[in-house]
């Protein structure tokens, strides 16, 4: 029972690198989100996407692109890595409903050099 | 827009001291209210839940309740653990919308 997995655990880049930080869950789940996690600001939504074929962008959505080809797989794209994108980056999804809690991955630790 | 404000940490306590931490909303409506926790290294788990007024989400000897009135959903244990150590994220879902506010998170740090 994988839940939602991302990969990779840990990654260093330096300044205007691109990557892209994989998601994945096996739960059937139609809502799928990234998230920014830095030190007293919470979580942040990046993009989420609502079903496969439909992205959207979320609270702080520039340098970062997504796409939603399956149901299963939700990746973040950096297009050109900035220090300013250092953070961990956690993966989340859900059902549809408006009382239904969000499923996280352990997340990815992202440093810009 | 929506809000979520949950006091500011860390919180320190010893091993079987009671704990609450407070949280308050602002939204439109009748959210559903949410508490997650993050232990070190690890994603954000769902601890308990509310979806309406008056309702008690309670999980692992952890509770809070949907105060309308308020606008609060407070976390409380009565005697908590060296292991319940970790960071507490209140967060709510407004009806009809899809995004979930997440609080600032409380970190909690209990002492044998």
């Known amino acids: 029972n994988a839940g939602v997995t991302q990969t990779p655990k840990f990654q260093v880049l330096k300044t205007g690198q691109s990557m892209t930080l994989q998601c994945a869950q096996d739960?059937?789940?139609?809502?799928m989100s990234w998230y920014r996690q830095d030190p007293g600001m919470g979580l942040r939504l990046i993009h989420y996407?609502?079903?496969?074929?439909?992205?959207d962008q979320g609270e702080v959505p520039n340098g970062y692109n997504v796409s939603r080809s399956t149901t299963e797989d939700f990746p973040l794209r950096l297009l050109s890595a900035a220090p300013s994108q250092t953070s961990v980056y956690f993966c989340?999804?859900?059902?549809?409903?408006?009382?239904?809690?969000?499923?996280f991955g352990d997340g990815t630790r992202l440093s810009i050099l | 827009g929506d809000s979520v404000t949950q006091m500011e940490g860390p919180v320190t306590l010893s091993e079987e001291a009671f704990l609450t931490i407070n949280c308050t909303y602002t939204?439109?409506?009748?959210?559903?209210l949410f508490w997650y926790v993050q232990y070190p290294g690890e994603g954000l788990q769902l601890l308990l839940k509310?979806?309406?007024?008056?309702d008690k989400g309670s999980n692992k000897g952890f509770e809070a309740t949907y105060r309308k009135e308020t606008t609060s959903f407070h976390l409380e244990k009565g005697s908590v653990q060296v292991s319940d150590s970790a960071v507490y994220f209140c967060?709510?879902?407004?009806?009809?919308?899809?995004?979930?506010?997440f609080g600032t998170g409380t970190r909690l740090k209990v002492l044998a």
């Open positions: 989340a999804s859900r059902f549809r409903g408006s009382n239904q809690p969000q499923h």
């Open positions: 967060a709510l879902m407004g009806r009809g919308t899809y995004k979930y506010i």
């Open positions: 996407s609502v079903g496969a074929g439909i992205t």
């Open positions: 939204a439109t409506g009748y959210p559903s």
């Open positions: 509310a979806t309406k007024a008056d």
């Open positions: 739960m059937n789940h139609e809502y």
